[in-house]
């Protein structure tokens, strides 16, 4: 799960799908980067860390990290939460094999639309809650993919 600062949206995305994944029994390793380097070591936002428990979600044990070309080797499937990521990361790959692992989150809701979740860092609360209403949809759909076997 990749965003820009790993500190609001990829790390909510993190906590869905690990918590998703556990109540359906799926063992994945699931984890989270940012293209940048401006938050390394922070814990989550507050505002998504509270949006995240109302929903039962703990993710105050994430620190953010920026994501590097070795994550390309280290996982199978990578998201992107908007467009600005996804051309940075494109801009990090080095063959097919890497973009081939790459994906846009909310093309898992919306297929083909290359949908971005919206930047909830400088607004209100209520944007906090629409990145865990997409994001929860789009590991919905993730994990029974995953658990059924009709990835890709
Ligand atoms: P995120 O949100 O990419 O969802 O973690 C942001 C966090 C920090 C900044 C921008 C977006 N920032 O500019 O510091």
Redesign the pocket.
Known sequence: MV?????????MAHGILRSIAKTNGLEIEVDSA?T?S??IGDPP?LR?QETALKKGIDISDLR?RQFTVQDFDEFDLIYA?DDS?YNNLIALSRDEKDRSKLHMILNESHPGKYES?P????GGSEGFEL?YDLLNNACEIITKKLKDGTYG
């Open positions: 965003c820009l600062g790993n500190i609001c949206r990829s790390p940012g940048s401006y938050h936002d998504q953010a939460m990521n979740v930047d909830p860092y400088y990145v």
